[in-house]
């Protein structure tokens, strides 16, 4: 089991930036992906960004040039550094963990006011 725990979510103006972070603890592997969905009310749920416990990265086209992923191993902790936020970017983001099984955190909101 992994047990994955969100922070950094809230309210902001279009344009500003927020920091999500989720720490990870449990019975990890050493090659693991870690990364982040959203899901916006009456939308599936889609993925933002991944990266991999080697340092690969993807992002979304909706988020590539102002989106940033990156973890801690020695945390394992994955971040996400959200600049020039939308109001599209608006939904509860989750925090994903993977190697042969995959982990969901609980979520969380991400409000981007116009």
């Known amino acids: 089991q992994v047990q994955l725990v969100e922070s950094g979510g809230g309210l902001v103006q279009a344009g500003g930036s927020l920091r999500l972070s989720c720490a990870a603890s449990g019975s990890m592997r050493s090659i693991n992906t870690m990364g982040w969905h959203r899901q916006a009310p009456g939308n599936q749920r889609e993925l933002v960004a991944t990266?991999?416990?080697?340092?690969?990265?993807k992002y979304s086209d909706s988020v590539q040039g102002r989106f940033s992923i990156s973890r801690d191993n020695a945390k394992n902790t994955v971040y996400l550094q959200m600049n020039s936020l939308k109001p599209e970017d608006t939904a509860v983001y989750y925090c994903?963990?993977?190697?042969?099984?995959?982990?969901w955190g609980q979520g969380t909101q991400v409000t981007v006011s116009s």
């Open positions: 994903n963990y993977y190697d042969r099984v995959s982990y």
């Open positions: 990266i991999t416990s080697g340092g690969s990265i």
